[in-house]
């Protein structure tokens, strides 16, 4: 009878968390703050953070970055103008669901990407890199020490949008 009880006071208390959780999410409460150092500072992205919740292309900058291995991601591929690069990866991401830009130059765009139900904002950074024909991009979760993979799924789907022909 006791483990009934016990079973029963554990759902309720689980409950109530899932609940708190949610409000705390629908609040405002886990957006975290945008991070002041964004940018590109003399052809670099900040560097990725220091918990499995970012990718970053220039990664590979940072070669003593305890994450560098976890944050490694290729950067966005084009031909032309980086310009015409980056307009295309802003209207791929104006169609997105939660996402929001920020801040768009020619060679630079900055989004914001809110999960649904919690309200979780990832920073995400684009930079064109006229010289290499590559679009350098950072993604990063701003709170927790993990993404389950998100922001390089999200990366990855943003690649495949841009290489889709007629995209």
Known sequence: MWVRKLMMW????????????FVAGQAGFLAGKEPPDLGVRGGKLKPPSRTENSVSSQAGLYPDHPMKAYAEIAPIEFTGEGRAAI???????????????????????????????????????????????VVHVRSASRIGRGDLGVNRARIEAIRARFAAPGS
């Open 10 to 21: 554990l759902l309720i208390a689980l409950v109530v968390f899932v609940a708190a959780v």
């Open 87 to 133: 307009d295309r990866i802003k209207r791929i991401i104006e169609t997105t669901e939660g996402a929001r830009i920020v801040r768009a130059e020619p060679a630079y765009l900055y989004a914001q990407f809110q999960t649904r139900w919690l309200k979780f904002v990832d920073d995400a950074e684009f930079f064109a890199d006229e010289g290499a024909k």
